[in-house]
């Protein structure tokens, strides 16, 4: 699979947008699959952007993770990420 930087824009939105500071309890943004979230959660896990625990079994397809919420770099990310000048 490849990395989304869409998603991850995506994402970081939608868990910047929980009042409470954690991930909703289901994450689902329009168009993507539930594989592809949790591998770009588990993505974002290892780049420090989120906290997530990691869901991996013997049966998963793919590497996937949950998030919990955002960290300092995930909140940077985002606000440099709502620059359509810097993003693109």
């Not at 998603?7 to 993507?32: D, M, Q, T």
Request: proline share 3%.
């Amino acid at each position: 699979m490849k990395r989304d930087m869409e998603l991850v824009r995506k994402i970081l939105f939608a868990l910047e947008e929980c009042e409470h500071g954690y991930a909703p309890s289901s994450l689902n943004i329009e168009g993507y699959t539930v594989d592809q979230l949790g591998y770009h959660c588990h993505l974002m896990k290892q780049a420090g952007l989120i906290h997530a625990v990691e869901m991996n079994t013997l049966g998963c397809r793919s590497p996937t993770a949950i998030p919990t919420s955002l960290t300092w770099e995930g909140h940077e990310f985002a606000e440099a990420a709502r620059s359509d000048t810097i993003w693109n």
